[in-house]
């Protein structure tokens, strides 16, 4: 295993609370900051959403955060009224057992839509959590496999740095929507750090942090009801600004970039880790709509599977991005291999490229446009081939 | 076979010309109106659109129309400037082969994308096409064969109605998307007729024709670069207006449904067509945002495929439509059964839904919103689900 550097001042525990029947099975984690932290959260842009993030969403931002509890194998989505008291206990409960008000204690959940959650063995489970917390990196570990629905691994990201003169760390952890998007409750993670941040700067970056990392991959496409991403920082003294800050914002981005990259190389039933760079398009937006639109793309997904070199695919699911370009500005590679240049097809053989597709699990895709300067507009985005597997994960799900 | 009324006026054609490697595979049709017509069309809306496309849209609306040019097999799409003279000299070779002039031919390709096409049997193809012409139904059946790709059947759909006292019919066929959407060059449809409608009112109508039939249906979301529907009209004498200009836009718009529902039923590697009512929005647009979120989500195809009543993730593919509703507005049933009511979840017996499900070919989902009345917000979209065999066969399609 690598080696974590932890922010300070976290505990953490990991535990099997009776939600999933697998006794050996983590189901409900608990992070406790052992002071207030600043926190500020980004969240689903479903307008269905689960009661969770609605309990989030009206707490933050705030100045006073104390910890998250989160459970995995319900959603508590599309829950009503029920599901929002339920929300509200578990906090409620989390709350006793660490010894602070429930206002300060942000729930997730993630799992199966539209059940009713157990709080006759989750209720007892927090209570059990809290009696288990710990600081090292086995508690993080178990915190972190907790949250898990159909990930094959845990996924954690941590950075150390100085800023300031002062020594902060990054810890980072997620759950992924993996390929199989589990009735899409899917994506958590959750940055914590012994920085100190303003939480109106934390809810600042929040959504920009996302945007780099977060919202640069793609399974298939469906937005999740509890998608969630929350950032805490707990340090005292001297609140991080201008250059230092923006720092702290960039190591925050990579911590959450690591991990979605980890998402998406755990898509279970997927073959390949796709990785699609645009750049050259007249802003970002630009080049994410694009990417997206690729990433999206159902026949892109099955060629890369079936190691089919069908460029038409790529360049043509840019084209309806809704992006204004001739395809004379495009160039595409596969690869090293050069496909489409500047609006025409390249000769190319097709059974290397085949050969290549099929002996590299990690395959990139680069298009090159000339619409901007190749350093403005550009996005690298994440996405896995569309599988046999894929399909006879998802269609057995529920039943 | 059903009985069709065919337009009159109008010739066809069906031929193998070499385009394609089966001897008994025809590739090139030719339609031909007798008298000049006035012809609009409505053509995908990609970026990147093939050379036919191009041409089309030159020339169109138009007054004087006499015919169509269509190969299958190769797309003619990214083919650069090359691309571009070949499409205008199959006009040329079919204006030759029946005494009009270049302008007045329009032209269609679909399949491959980035070949160049092999102009040395397509125009030897197009001639001896044009000393075919039929009038009849056989006739019209070889040249709706020759345009198909990986469809199984062909696609034809006639009106006969009495307009300001005299009978006019609309002759329609097309070829799909199909599930597979070979390299994405689609879709292509035809409507004939001989009623006579003014060039304007035609171009007018016909991206409301298209809206209500082909832009409702989706396979897997992907924008074809050929994508086109073509309205020819070639009636003499005092044009539709009022009343009976309004029926004929409404029998078009039926035989374009007609086709388009075809289009999705004849989805190869489909097990399911999937009907989804959307209603009680505040508008269409707002209708077929929802459906078309629903029909192009992998999740919700994967499920119906493999008959689980999962209906989490029929009402979250409806949260991130882009249109704003509280769970309270919606109520979904599945064929009859009725699995969430205004933001519950309503308890169903999930063995009898799934076995529902395994024994329809057809199954319908409905969505109601209370956003605006009923009849106001609707519309019907088609897709089919997502197979083992839409992964096998576009795993491999140009390999």
């Known amino acids: 295993m690598e080696t974590w550097h932890l922010a300070r001042g976290y505990r953490y525990a990991g535990v099997h609370s009776g939600l999933r029947p697998d006794p050996n099975r983590f189901d409900l984690a608990l992070v406790v900051s052992d002071r207030p932290a600043a926190a500020a959260g980004v969240f689903t842009q479903n307008r269905v959403c689960a009661a969770p993030v609605r309990v989030c969403r009206e707490r933050l931002p705030s100045a006073e955060a104390r910890g998250i509890v989160i459970c995995s194998g319900n959603a508590n989505a599309c829950t009503g009224g029920q599901g929002m008291r339920d929300a509200r206990r578990m906090a409620e409960c989390a709350a006793q057992g660490i010894g602070c008000r429930a206002e300060q204690m942000l729930v997730c959940s993630t799992g ?27 508690a993080l570990a178990r915190a972190a496999h907790a949250i898990l629905t159909t990930d094959t691994r845990i996924k ?37 750090t012994d920085a100190a941040v303003s939480p109106d700067d934390l809810a600042e970056m929040a959504p920009q942090v996302a945007e780099r990392s977060f919202n640069s991959i793609s399974v298939e496409g469906h937005t999740s009801t509890n998608d969630t991403l929350l950032l805490l920082a707990n340090g005292e003294g001297r609140r991080l600004t201008g250059v230092a800050l923006f720092q702290f914002q960039q190591a925050a981005t990579e911590v959450c970039a690591d991990l979605a990259r980890a998402i998406a190389a755990d898509a279970e039933g997927a073959n390949h880790l796709i990785t699609i760079e645009v750049e050259g398009t007249r802003n970002h937006a630009e080049a994410h709509r694009i990417a997206k639109a690729v990433a999206d793309s159902a026949l892109v997904k099955t060629a890369i599977f079936g ?38 097809p390249m000769p190319f053989d097709a059974a290397q490229v085949s050969a290549w597709l099929k002996n590299n699990r990690e395959v990139a895709m680069r298009l090159r446009f000339t619409l901007g300067p190749p350093s403005l507009g550009r996005c690298t985005f994440y996405t896995c081939d569309l599988t046999y597997e894929y399909v006879r994960l998802n269609a057995d799900y529920t039943t």
């Open 307 to 344: 190691a089919d070199p069908n460029w038409g695919r790529i360049v043509s699911a840019a084209g309806y991005a809704g992006v204004d370009f001739e395809e004379s500005d495009l160039t595409l590679w596969l690869g090293e291999f050069l496909l489409y240049e500047r609006g025409k």
């Open 156 to 192: 954690v990201s941590t950075r150390s740095m100085v800023l300031d003169g002062t020594e902060v760390r990054l810890t980072g952890f997620a759950k992924g929507a993996a390929m199989i998007g589990p009735n899409m409750a899917t994506m958590l993670a959750f940055v914590l």
């Open 112 to 138: 199966v839509i539209g059940r009713m959650l157990p709080m006759e063995v989750i209720e007892p489970g927090i209570a059990a959590a809290a009696g288990k917390l710990g600081v090292d990196a086995d």
